[in-house]
T-cell receptor, first 111, second 113 residues
Framework: DGGITQSPKYLFRKEGQNVTLSCEQNLNHDAMYWYRQDPGQGLRLIYYSQIVNDFQKGDIAEGYSVSREKKESFPLTVTSAQKNPTAFYLC??????????FGSGTRLTVV | GDSVTQMEGPVTLSEEAFLTINCTYT??????LFWYVQYPGEGLQLLLK?????DKGSNKGFEATYRKETTSFHLEKGSVQVSDSAVYFCALEKGNRDDKIIFGKGTRLHILP
């Protein structure tokens, strides 16, 4: 079955540590996205990529970095510069005009 | 710019009640419209969609009709169940390669047994 796989499901980060969230898709979609969701809140766009080797900042890119070396993969690194990283992170891919397909999310907690 | 506005929650209903969650949009052109559902601790799932005016999307007993004259895409269900408790997001997409989906802020639905 085609879909998006996010890993890990739960991730704990120590202060000052960088962590990387994985997102893999086998849908052959060109566009991929990372969103952050805080409790009781909507979705905020972190980064997106519409083609391999290219990506753009979203609304809240500070403290995050991404790469898009392969069509199937769009990992997100939460750097130590992100002062409040505890949140639920969602990856999505898209093939307009059929709507986004989302992964099941990674819950990141600072310990 | 383009935007989606949906009713604020939480919405609390008893089981078997009729559900309406309002959604209106502002967009140029002819966007596609979507409803997504998010169950606790999970990602978003596409619930239904409509790609042109007067289209009705439907799935799992939920329906929404694309009303261009009122720029609306209200979500309805005739008889809700406890298992429908979730957060519902209305969204639009212009369909161009470089366009991103625009989401509403979400509406939390609680169904009481």
């Amino acid at each position: 079955d085609g879909g998006i796989t996010q890993s890990p499901k739960y991730l704990f980060r120590k202060e000052g540590q960088n962590v990387t969230l994985s997102c893999e898709q086998n849908l052959n979609h060109d566009a991929m996205y990372w969103y952050r969701q805080d409790p009781g809140q909507g979705l905020r766009l972190i980064y997106y990529s519409q083609i391999v080797n290219d990506f753009q900042k979203g609304d809240i890119a500070e403290g995050y970095s991404v790469s898009r070396e392969k069509k199937e993969s769009f990992p997100l690194t939460v750097t130590s510069a992100q002062k409040n990283p505890t949140a639920f992170y969602l990856c999505a891919s898209n093939s307009p005009p059929y709507g986004y397909t989302f992964g099941s999310g990674t819950r990141l907690t600072v310990v | 710019g383009d935007s989606v506005t949906q009713m604020e929650g939480p919405v609390t209903l008893s089981e078997e009640a009729f559900l309406t969650i309002n959604c209106t949009y502002t967009a140029t052109g002819y966007p596609s419209l979507f409803w997504y559902v998010q169950y606790p601790g999970e990602g978003l799932q596409l619930l239904l969609k409509a790609t042109k005016a007067d289209d009705k999307g439907s799935n799992k007993g939920f329906e929404a009709t694309y009303r261009k004259e009122t720029t609306s895409f209200h979500l309805e269900k005739g008889s809700v169940q406890v298992s429908d408790s979730a957060v519902y997001f209305c969204a639009l997409e212009k369909g161009n390669r470089d366009d991103k989906i625009i989401f509403g802020k979400g509406t939390r639905l609680h169904i009481l047994p």
